[in-house]
């Protein structure tokens, strides 16, 4: 028999304590009425639709017959419940339902109880249970950690003792990792647009238009920033009654009936049929204990995302000087993307994984009239296939429930700019149509919006999979969407085919790291030509990760074989049974290949290959070589 969890006496004796019946101690569950429950679970709304995927996902993986997956809060209330409901009928006759609570004082020992308590995931089988009801079932349940640490509340999974899951304790701790990685992220993101209101309350008035009106909606006072935002002349403002100068959002309108609060909220004004998006707050004033009427701040919404663009580092750092490469093709390509980066043709970008896509993508962006905008990194392959549509495109609040919120997407955050799609191939076919449509009209409409947004953006795509037109032959990518994309297609050779750019780059990236850890290090004959013998597989970002990490292990001031991965040197030896060569032999091999590189610069080929020039002159000498055989 498997020992017992020690926590399961101490959970028993807790029940004993609290004089809890082992016979119908779980018969008579006790939960929050409707409305006290309603509002437990609008205040967990974020742990719920955060969850609530992985749950179902969990109730898939595990099996959907004879499993139930739950979720509760720090109380142990149930939250939310799905699964099979045979076994929902069970639990419930076991007191385990939703808007009930779990705790020992009610249901006895169980799993959600424990992991509370004890602080770890837990797995509670058969006659563990305290209660004599709950012994045919094995639950499981794992605790959910807030960002600062706080228990929020339980993630478990049920199942009949003779089903049980060997896997779900395991599965239940990997989901309630998922579950505080996506709340992380969330809290992230919410903070960097508290750090954007924050940004707009500093400034200065003037720097914003300014709208005074009274009780009754006239104009008491507008500034000209205001007066230019709006459209309106300013002498025909004073005095004139707001609705009769533009059409107000309904959300102003509301605002100002109700006297209430309005902040940063994004809309979009009506003059003559011309649109005027702004981002508004408002507030009511007083006079005494009486209203007295408004005011408004309005701003442009382009000039807030530039300062969203400013705050979040929504940029290009890369240009074309820091790609490294003088291999024909490289410079054949170099040549191509910098003509590309001239126009504003869609680009696409196809190459194996590792290549350098995304230094390219924002080399192009740097060197174009572009350069001063936004640039929008999106990895369609990184953001879930049901979040990429919400992702990109942007929703209005009321799409999920929330009147005051929305998001812009990221064709919106990137207007004037360049929107990067790595991984293109990842998108499913419906958010592919509706990519096609924003590409040809340049017009973007917010998923539960109907309001047109135009934006001007250059797209870059890129997919590491190099049969693109494959996948269209298959019916997997759009055939318009992708010659959309592909106006130009520049295709970036792997490594292994870069003849000797990879002395190049080993010498870029030896100095690279060398300032970063205060190194001065060369690379030995034979450990460059166990480089240059290798294959890579992972291209320019395994030579990197490869490179970066022998700098590290490195004491002296030579990098040799000794500090090569052992696959990476097991791989060159299984390619070269048959030739070994001799360390002399793979001298000559190195200096001939650095100095065809460098054309028979002897100073930057002692440096390439870690030697000093009379040593390099001696090897010369001794294989009969000049520097001017390197040459023409």
Same mark, same amino acid.
């Given at each position: 028999?498997?020992?017992?969890?020690?926590?399961?006496?101490?959970?028993?004796?807790?029940?004993?304590?609290?004089?809890?019946?082992?016979?119908?101690? !779980?018969?008579?569950?006790?939960?929050?009425?409707?409305?006290?429950?309603?509002?437990?679970?609008?205040?967990?709304?974020?742990?719920?639709?955060?969850?609530?995927?992985?749950?179902?996902?969990?109730?898939?993986?595990?099996?959907?017959?004879?499993?139930?997956?739950?979720?509760?809060?720090?109380?142990? &209330?149930?939250?939310?419940?799905?699964?099979?409901?045979?076994?929902?009928?069970?639990?419930?006759?076991?007191?385990?339902?939703?808007?009930?609570?779990?705790?020992?004082?009610?249901?006895?020992?169980?799993? !959600?109880?424990?992991a509370l308590s004890e602080g770890i995931p837990v797995q509670v089988v058969g006659p563990e249970h305290y209660c004599v009801a709950c012994q045919i079932f094995t639950d499981t349940a794992a605790p959910i950690h807030a960002p600062n640490g706080e228990m929020l509340g339980v993630l478990g999974i049920a199942t009949?003792?003779?089903?049980?899951?060997?896997?779900?304790?395991?599965?239940? %701790?990997?989901?309630?990792?998922?579950?505080?990685?996506?709340?992380?992220?969330?809290?992230?993101?919410?903070?960097?647009?508290?750090?954007?209101?924050?940004?707009?309350?500093?400034?200065? !008035? %003037?720097?914003?238009?300014?709208?005074?009106?009274?009780?009754?909606?006239?104009?008491?006072?507008?500034?000209?920033?205001? @007066?230019?935002?709006?459209?309106?002349?300013?002498?025909?403002?004073?005095?004139?009654?707001?609705?009769?100068?533009?059409?107000?959002?309904?959300?102003?309108?509301?605002?100002?009936?109700?006297?209430?609060?309005?902040?940063?909220?994004?809309?979009?004004?009506?003059?003559?049929?011309?649109?005027?998006?702004?981002?508004?707050?408002?507030?009511?004033?007083?006079?005494?204990?009486?209203?007295?009427?408004?005011?408004?701040?309005?701003?442009?919404?382009?000039?807030?995302?530039?300062?969203?663009?400013?705050?979040?580092?929504?940029?290009?750092?890369?240009?074309?000087?820091?790609?490294?490469?003088?291999?024909?093709?490289?410079?054949?390509?170099?040549?191509?993307?910098?003509?590309?980066?001239?126009?504003?043709?869609?680009?696409?970008?196809?190459?194996?994984?590792?290549?350098?896509?995304?230094?390219? !993508?924002?080399?192009?962006?740097?060197?174009?009239?572009?350069?001063?905008?936004?640039?929008?990194?999106?990895? &369609?392959?990184?953001?879930?296939?049901? =979040?990429?549509? $919400?992702?990109?495109?942007?929703?209005?609040?009321?799409?999920?429930?929330?009147?005051?919120?929305?998001?812009?997407?990221?064709?919106?955050?990137?207007?004037?700019?360049?929107?990067?799609?790595?991984?293109?191939?990842?998108?499913? $076919?419906?958010?592919?149509?509706?990519?096609?449509?924003?590409?040809?009209?340049?017009?973007?409409?917010?998923?539960?919006?109907?309001?047109?947004?135009?934006?001007?953006?250059?797209?870059?795509?890129?997919?590491?999979? %190099?049969?693109?037109?494959?996948?269209?032959?298959?019916?997997?990518?759009?055939?318009?969407?992708?010659?959309?994309?592909?106006?130009?297609?520049?295709?970036?050779?792997?490594?292994?085919?870069?003849?000797?750019?990879?002395?190049?780059?080993?010498?870029?990236?030896?100095?690279?790291?060398?300032?970063? =850890?205060?190194?001065?290090?060369?690379?030995?004959?034979? @450990?460059?030509? %166990?480089?240059?013998?290798?294959?890579?597989?992972?291209?320019?970002?395994?030579?990197?990760?490869?490179?970066?990490?022998?700098?590290?292990?490195?004491?002296?001031?030579?990098?040799?074989?000794?500090?090569?991965?052992?696959?990476? &040197?097991?791989?060159?030896?299984?390619?070269?049974?048959?030739?070994?060569?001799?360390?002399?032999?793979?001298?000559?091999?190195?200096?001939?290949?650095?100095?065809?590189?460098?054309?028979?610069?002897?100073? @930057?080929?002692?440096?390439?290959?870690?030697?000093?020039?009379?040593?390099?002159?001696?090897?010369?000498?001794?294989?009969?070589?000049?520097?001017?055989?390197?040459?023409?």
């Amino acid at each position: 028999m498997d020992a017992i969890d020690p926590a399961v006496p101490r959970s028993w004796h807790r029940c004993r304590q609290a004089g809890l019946d082992r016979a119908s101690g !779980a018969l008579s569950p006790t939960g929050d009425d409707a409305v006290a429950f309603e509002h437990r679970l609008h205040a967990h709304f974020d742990l719920i639709a955060v969850a609530r995927p992985f749950m179902e996902d969990i109730h898939q993986f595990v099996g959907e017959r004879g499993v139930v997956v739950f979720l509760t809060d720090r109380n142990l &209330c149930v939250l939310d419940i799905l699964g099979d409901s045979s076994l929902q009928e069970l639990m419930q006759a076991c007191g385990m339902q939703r808007g009930v609570f779990l705790s020992e004082e009610r249901i006895g020992t169980n799993a !959600a109880a424990m992991a509370l308590s004890e602080g770890i995931p837990v797995q509670v089988v058969g006659p563990e249970h305290y209660c004599v009801a709950c012994q045919i079932f094995t639950d499981t349940a794992a605790p959910i950690h807030a960002p600062n640490g706080e228990m929020l509340g339980v993630l478990g999974i049920a199942t009949l003792e003779e089903d049980g899951c060997p896997h779900s304790l395991g599965v239940a %701790m990997a989901a309630a990792k998922a579950i505080e990685n996506q709340l992380q992220a969330d809290l992230s993101l919410s903070e960097a647009h508290q750090r954007h209101a924050e940004l707009d309350v500093a400034l200065e !008035a %003037m720097n914003k238009g300014i709208l005074f009106l009274d009780l009754d909606g006239r104009v008491t006072h507008i500034n000209a920033r205001g @007066a230019e935002i709006l459209r309106i002349p300013h002498r025909l403002a004073m005095g004139r009654e707001i609705r009769s100068l533009v059409t107000l959002p309904s959300g102003v309108d509301a605002a100002m009936d109700q006297q209430r609060v309005m902040k940063e909220r994004e809309v979009v004004f009506q003059r003559r049929g011309q649109s005027l998006p702004c981002v508004v707050s408002m507030n009511p004033l007083s006079e005494g204990s009486q209203p007295a009427g408004f005011v408004l701040t309005l701003e442009h919404t382009a000039e807030v995302r530039q300062l969203v663009h400013r705050m979040v580092g929504a940029s290009a750092h890369f240009t074309f000087a820091d790609i490294v490469g003088q291999d024909v093709e490289m410079r054949r390509l170099l040549r191509y993307a910098h003509s590309a980066a001239q126009g504003d043709a869609n680009v696409l970008l196809l190459g194996e994984s590792g290549t350098g896509k995304d230094m390219f !993508a924002q080399a192009i962006h740097n060197a174009g009239r572009r350069a001063s905008g936004p640039f929008v990194s999106v990895n &369609c392959a990184a953001v879930p296939r049901e =979040l990429l549509a $919400l992702d990109l495109f942007g929703y209005e609040g009321t799409f999920l429930g929330d009147r005051e919120k929305g998001r812009s997407s990221r064709f919106e955050l990137a207007d004037g700019g360049t929107v990067f799609l790595e991984n293109v191939d990842g998108l499913p $076919l419906a958010v592919q149509a509706t990519l096609l449509r924003l590409i040809d009209t340049k017009e973007v409409v917010r998923l539960g919006s109907a309001r047109v947004i135009p934006v001007d953006v250059r797209v870059i795509a890129a997919s590491s999979n %190099m049969d693109l037109a494959g996948e269209v032959q298959r019916g997997r990518f759009r055939a318009d969407l992708f010659y959309r994309l592909q106006v130009l297609t520049l295709t970036i050779p792997p490594l292994r085919e870069r003849g000797n750019d990879i002395l190049l780059l080993v010498a870029n990236l030896i100095e690279r790291f060398g300032r970063r =850890l205060g190194k001065n290090v060369t690379v030995s004959p034979a @450990a460059m030509a %166990m480089l240059q013998s290798y294959h890579w597989p992972g291209n320019v970002r395994e030579l990197e990760n490869v490179l970066e990490r022998a700098m590290h292990m490195i004491d002296g001031d030579e990098l040799t074989v000794d500090h090569l991965p052992r696959e990476l &040197c097991m791989a060159n030896i299984g390619g070269i049974e048959e030739r070994v060569v001799t360390l002399q032999e793979a001298e000559r091999q190195a200096i001939i290949r650095a100095g065809r590189a460098l054309q028979g610069n002897v100073t @930057a080929m002692a440096q390439v290959l870690g030697i000093g020039r009379t040593t390099l002159w001696r090897k010369m000498k001794t294989f009969k070589m000049t520097a001017q055989s390197f040459k023409g």
